[in-house]
């Protein structure tokens, strides 16, 4: 594909991976409210599951599905982390806590690319395993944290 074709696939599905993400934030989160531990253990496998389908991927509508997901999985997980971080601390501590997790973002924005980029010059599927590999004992985690939810109520 031409570059300015891939410039304006690239541009319309990340538009289409925002709105995904949108929509898990609006129609799942505050219209259903789900728990924010049910939203990190759907948020998990689906950035786990759109790095996986990348990773795979060899057609443009197959990748853009894949982008979509992580969307999706954005819209879930960060709103969650967000509401569980400032709720497993005190008081005193959350101004600290909301502090630090709004960082996080930042941060990822920052070394991602370093990460990603230096790992895309070595095989440009590497960066998709790295998230994969991410995603495995935070799964496991995710999990653990739904049954320990599910113990307390």
Known sequence: ?????????????MMAAAVTSLFGQIVVVQWLRAPATLLIALAVPALGGGALILWLADQQWVMSFAVLLVGLGLGFG???????????????????????????????????PLVGTGLYTLDHRWPYLLVMS?????????????????DSA
């Open 134 to 150: 991410l995603m495995v004992p935070l799964a496991g985690l995710a999990w653990r944290l739904v049954r320990s939810a599910a």
């Open 78 to 112: 960060m709103p969650a982390i967000m509401s569980l971080a400032s709720l497993r601390v005190s008081s005193e501590e959350q101004g600290r806590v909301a502090g630090l997790a709004s960082a996080c973002p930042a941060l990822g924005f920052i070394l991602g």
């Open 1 to 13: 594909m031409s570059p300015a074709a891939a410039a304006r696939a690239l541009g319309l599905t």
